[in-house]
């Protein structure tokens, strides 16, 4: 989904251009995105995610107009 990334309040909505990665004990705002920081952590979740999602989940996916 290529939407905004925050709402009107700030509130960041998961529709970043790339990657996030938030320490949200430290940020609970999600204001900060720690990917570039640290990237080895980056790697190391997206593949464990990949692992665990084993090809159920698409990144493109095609939008379906409500209804």
Known sequence: Y??????????ELGN???YG???VKA???QYQN???????LLDSLK???FAEVDGYYRSE???EPLK
């Open 61 to 63: 996916v095609e939008e």
């Open 16 to 18: 970043l251009g790339e």
């Open 47 to 49: 593949q464990n995610f």
């Open 34 to 40: 720690m990917a570039a920081q640290q990237p080895e």
């Open 2 to 11: 290529k939407g905004s990334e925050r709402n009107l309040t700030g509130n």
């Open 21 to 23: 990665l938030f320490n």
């Open 27 to 29: 940020d609970r705002t």
